[in-house]
């Protein structure tokens, strides 16, 4: 995996190694943040138009920014000093119902690479294993067969996460692992949809897949009985929840205590807010609020991420780590298209990246074919036949397909918002 780039891979993954070794509290981390702060402040201040002015400020007196605040004024967060067809497009929607497009330059991105390389291998990855990804996949996402190649990774498309869908990932995973060792990462609903495929088959264990020396869950959450099932269906291996976005990248990933995410505190600094911006004490529960370290194409300086959590500094393999606890939100529904068969709700939230004007959606299933899409549009938004027309393709041409316009969509009392509802029937039978 490390390919073209890679003495530059290599060093951030040994400076990764080395900061989670040690205790959140040691002087050697906090040099590192420090001088990674003072670069990172520099850049952003003398480069970029939002940021601009802010020299004098210290670290807390810089605003709090939500998607909201970057998606109004996209062009004031890019730096002025790099090229923005130099940097690569990240998309997403996160766990808000909110299309996010934002940037991140190369060294950056190699950044990213780095922390999937040192994290995965905490759960068995080999250098030389396959990393197979397992998401929705749609244009702003794929990548070309050559460069799957290269960087020894598999796309699989979990479009479908019907008995079928299912059928058809489990196959071409052990297509990939009848090449060698594999590492798998899926979406935790896609995984839950892998243990009812299975019990519903009285399946104990899936053949063909010894290879497979690790598991990984992302994006939403993966709950126990998910995961002490689906590790024991591929033979025991370890499998770890990763607290993880496209913006910025491995935030945190849990080891030994389930969805206890171990902050990376090489790449990053976290805080817990309240909805006013003001830093929580440890173990209050509050916003996520993410200072990425490294990208200078678009500083992304006191972030929200949209979730809700609490900081605790426990006892981890040995040493004390700071740990983001209490995680709460991307629990997702799981909705059929017109003829029954279940959809990933990620198929949804992906196709919304193409529509990044959209200011919140949501997806309500109210009966076997009856849908409404939940949308708050801009002024002068001339794209609803377009939009509609991607869900018809999705749900079903015959699907009975309401638009209804909000200035808002509503919050849980988790603070956070469900894109995607099922009203029609609480589970489906996968």
């Not at 998401?135 to 479908?160: E, H, S, Y």
């Not at 991307?330 to 196709?351: C, E, F, Y």
Request: charged share 25%; aromatic share 8%.
């Amino acid at each position: 995996m490390i390919g073209r780039g890679g003495g530059i891979i290599r060093k951030a993954y040994e400076e990764i190694r080395r900061i989670d070794a040690l205790d959140s509290d040691a002087p050697m981390i906090q040099a590192h943040q420090a001088a990674a702060w003072k670069k990172l402040k520099r850049a952003a201040c003398s480069g970029t138009g939002f940021y601009s002015g802010m020299e004098n400020r210290r670290f807390l007196e810089f605003p709090v920014i939500t998607k909201n605040v970057i998606r109004s004024s996209q062009d004031a967060f890019l730096s002025k000093e790099m090229d923005r067809d130099g940097m690569v497009q990240m998309a997403t929607s996160g766990s808000t119902g909110t299309p996010f497009i934002c940037y991140q330059d190369k060294g950056k991105k190699k950044r990213v690479s780095a922390e999937c390389i040192f994290y995965s291998e905490k759960v068995g990855y080999r250098l030389g294993d396959n990393l197979s990804y397992i998401r929705t996949l749609v244009r702003q996402n794929r990548k070309p067969g050559w460069k799957q190649f290269m960087q020894n990774q598999t796309m699989i498309d979990c479009r479908a996460i019907d008995g079928q869908g299912v059928e058809k990932m489990l196959e071409k995973l052990r297509g990939v692992a009848r090449g060698g060792g594999a590492t798998v990462l899926a979406y935790g609903s896609t995984w839950t949809a892998v243990k009812e495929y299975a019990e519903s088959r009285n399946l104990t264990y899936f053949r063909g897949l010894d290879n497979v020396s690790g598991l990984i869950s992302g994006s939403d959450m993966l709950f126990d009985g998910t995961r002490e099932a689906v590790s024991s269906l591929f033979g025991g291996v370890p499998m770890a929840s990763r607290y993880s976005n496209e913006e910025n990248g491995v935030i945190g990933q849990d080891e030994g205590r389930n969805n206890v995410f171990v902050v990376n505190e090489a790449d990053y600094m976290v805080e817990i807010c309240d909805d006013g911006g003001n830093r929580l004490p440890e173990g209050e529960l509050g916003r996520i609020v993410v200072t990425d370290l490294y990208n200078y194409g678009m500083p992304m300086i006191r972030y929200d991420t949209g979730d809700v959590g609490a900081i605790e500094t426990l006892e981890m393999n040995g040493r004390r780590k700071r740990c983001i606890c209490r995680f709460s939100g991307r629990q997702v529904d799981v909705i059929s298209d017109t003829s029954g068969k279940a959809l990933s709700p990620h198929v949804l939230a992906n196709h919304m990246w193409s529509f990044p004007d959209v200011g919140q959606f949501q997806v309500v299933q109210t009966g076997e074919k009856a849908y409404t899409l939940r949308l708050n549009l801009p002024d002068g938004f001339c794209r609803e036949g377009e939009l509609m027309g991607m869900m018809r393709r999705i749900l079903g041409q015959d699907a009975d397909l309401s638009l209804e316009l909000v200035d808002e969509i509503p919050v849980l009392a988790s603070g956070k918002r469900r894109y995607v509802i099922n009203e029609w029937r609480n589970g489906l039978q996968i």
